[in-house]
T-cell receptor, first 112, second 112 residues
Framework: SQQGEEDPQALSIQEGENATMNCSYK?????LQWYRQNSGRGLVHLIL?????REKHSGRLRVTLDTSKKSSSLLITASRAADTASYFC????????????FGTGTRLTVIP | EPEVTQTPSHQVTQMGQEVILRCVPI?????FYWYRQILGQKVEFLVS????????KSEIFDDQFSVERPDGSNFTLKIRSTKLEDSAMYFC??????????FGQGTRLTVV
């Protein structure tokens, strides 16, 4: 399967702390994307990192990509209660198929 | 800001009935997708659609499923004879080429 696997499956932190989520995948990718999902809602795109990039920032988000290890991490700094959600990585592979394959997700709970 | 819209938000249907889930993708996008998420589980790829034809489909997308873009704006998913295990959230998404996908808020399908 091309799908990514996130770890941890669940993470609970205090407001103000940093949250780190990891993603591993299996195939050669064109890019990797992180999405957020509030309970019962749609997926919201957070950030995209291309295979030739190693790190990317967007506000309080920092994403790294290590293609040699086929892994990525998402860091949320100075977390807020509103960051409570599930976070998924999704990969777009190099085969030319423009399909996203999602991982299993990390459920983040930020305690106020 | 442009968005993907899905209707209805919730559909209840009896087993064996046909359902049509509707989506209006973002107007200048080229790729269209359907994903599903069984409650509490991962987001699963069903099908992608490009240039008025299916570009890729998963094992889940069997003969009971079909997609259509009837009028250049709507994108529909039809399930011919629903089964209990088809109960899930169904997400429509659209994208340009090799970029982030924008997801709708989903249709919750309940088969009774």
């Amino acid at each position: 399967s091309q799908q990514g696997e996130e770890d941890p499956q669940a993470l609970s932190i205090q407001e103000g702390e940093n949250a780190t989520m990891n993603c591993s995948y299996k195939t050669s990718i064109n890019n990797l994307q992180w999405y957020r999902q509030n309970s019962g809602r749609g997926l919201v795109h957070l950030i995209l990192i291309r295979s030739n990039e190693r790190e990317k920032h967007s506000g309080r988000l920092r994403v790294t990509l290590d293609t040699s290890k086929k892994s990525s991490s998402l860091l949320i700094t100075a977390s807020r209660a509103a960051d409570t959600a599930s976070y998924f990585c999704a990969t777009l592979d190099q085969t030319g198929a423009n399909n996203l394959f999602f991982g299993t997700g990390t459920r983040l709970t930020v305690i106020p | 800001e442009p968005e993907v819209t899905q209707t209805p938000s919730h559909q209840v249907t009896q087993m064996g009935q046909e359902v049509i889930l509707r989506c209006v993708p973002i107007s200048n996008h080229l790729y269209f997708y359907w994903y599903r998420q069984i409650l509490g589980q991962k987001v699963e790829f069903l099908v992608s659609f490009y240039n008025n034809e299916i570009s890729e489909k998963s094992e889940i997308f069997d003969d009971q499923f079909s997609v259509e873009r009837p009028d250049g704006s709507n994108f529909t998913l039809k399930i011919r004879s629903t089964k209990l295990e088809d109960s899930a959230m169904y997400f429509c998404a659209s994208s340009l080429v090799l970029t982030e996908a924008f997801f709708g808020q989903g249709t919750r399908l309940t088969v009774v």
